[in-house]
């Protein structure tokens, strides 16, 4: 009840207030190095092992999947990676649209290592950009 107030018979109480969301836990410590576009990629690459098993898992099930998944990236000022998402049109019909891969199982396991990356302190609060994965039958 609010301090001097008196309660009307019969009122509800206020609404409690909504909880914050807590952003995710660090992965780790950040990695060594300033932030650099260059260093995105080393670290990016540096996880394509742990990402292939998203892609052959599906050429299991289609043989001729292949496409570039565009995954937009939001990235803290301490490096840790609070948004990871990409397009999933077409989800459920496994295969091509044009050049983007829409595969909607090999995209959400994609986009779930990209969460579990961590980058070095942007040292310029949050940072939004688009990493392009290429998958393809060599």
């Known amino acids: 009840m609010y301090a001097g107030v008196a309660p009307r018979p019969g009122a509800l109480p206020p609404p409690a207030p909504a909880p914050i969301a807590a952003p995710p836990a660090p992965v780790g410590p950040a990695p060594a190095g300033p932030f650099s576009t260059a260093r995105v990629k080393e670290i990016v690459r540096s996880q394509y092992d742990a990402m292939t098993p998203c892609y052959t898992d599906a050429l299991e099930r289609d043989r001729s999947l292949r496409g570039t998944i565009e995954v937009h990236l939001a990235i803290a000022a301490d490096g840790t990676v609070v948004g990871a998402t990409a397009d999933k049109a077409g ?47 060599e």
């Open 91 to 137: 989800a459920g019909e496994p295969g091509v649209s044009g050049e983007a891969l829409v595969d909607a199982g090999v995209v959400s396991c994609v986009e779930a290592h990209f969460r579990g990356l961590r980058f070095p302190e942007t040292g310029r609060g949050l940072v939004n950009l688009v990493y392009p994965v290429v998958f393809a039958i």
